[in-house]
């Protein structure tokens, strides 16, 4: 089992920043890939970025030139820098863990307008 815990959340006007958290525990040991997904009322959950163990990333679209992603092994744990916020970007973001796909319990972004 792989504990995930997500924290960074909150309320930003548009244009502003906010840095996420996702902090990892349990089995890690079989962990390859991290990301980050986020789920607007109304949408399906869809993915924002990923990195792999060896530091790979990838992004969706939306976000590219925005967001980082990135992670400290050491402390097993996970990042995403979102820069230039915008209102669309207004979900709740999840931390994931693959290849057993384990997740966190979510925190809430807002972007005012």
């Known amino acids: ?4 815990v997500e924290s960074g959340g909150g309320l930003v006007q548009a244009g502003g920043s906010l840095r996420l958290s ?7 040991f079989n962990v390859k890939i991290m ?3 986020r789920q607007a009322p109304g ?14 990333t990838n992004y969706a ?4 030139g925005r967001f980082t992603i990135s992670r400290d092994n ?20 999840y931390c994931n863990a693959r290849p057993d796909d384990f997740w966190g319990q979510g925190t809430q972004v807002t972007v005012s307008s």
């Open 22 to 28: 996702c902090a990892a525990s349990g089995s890690i």
């Open 61 to 64: 679209d939306s976000v590219k």
């Open 1 to 4: 089992q792989v504990q995930l």
């Open 35 to 37: 990301g980050w997904y």
């Open 74 to 93: 050491a402390k097993n744990t996970v990042y995403l820098q979102m820069n230039s916020l915008k209102p669309e970007d207004t979900a709740v973001y």
């Open 43 to 56: 949408k399906q959950r869809e993915l924002v970025a990923l990195i792999t163990r060896g530091g790979t």
